[in-house]
């Protein structure tokens, strides 16, 4: 059983910047996916962005609205694996209750969610 602790949401104006992280309570395989989805009310939860370690590199990948503004990582650690998201240039429709994932051993793991605003 892995649990996902999201933290960093909050209220932004367009145009700022906002990192969300999130600590899983493991370590998570390096060749597991880690990453974010996103929901608003009434919506489905879509992916914004996902990381992949591979022996021959990293993988990341984007949902086309997060390419170019937003950036997602995992720290290098040894007991407890972290993801990141950096988000740039936000924008009022990248209000959305963010959920941190995984899918670790072929099981697939949430966060809670971090509500993230945006409004002027």
């Known amino acids: 059983q892995v649990q996902l602790v999201e933290s960093g949401g909050g209220l932004v104006r367009p145009g700022e910047s906002l990192r969300l992280s999130c600590q899983a309570s493991?370590?998570?395989?390096?060749?597991?996916?880690m990453g974010w989805y996103r929901q608003t009310p009434g919506k489905p939860r879509i992916l914004v962005a996902s990381v992949t370690d591979y022996h021959n590199g990293v993988s990341r990948k984007y949902a086309e609205f997060a390419q170019g503004r937003f950036t997602v990582g995992r720290d290098r650690g040894d007991a407890r694996s972290t993801v990141y998201l950096q988000m740039n240039g936000l924008r009022d429709e990248d209000t959305a209750v963010y959920y941190c994932w995984t899918r670790s051993a072929g099981t697939e793991y949430w966060g809670l969610g971090a509500q993230v605003t945006v409004s002027s």
């Open positions: 493991t370590a998570i395989s390096r060749t597991d996916p």
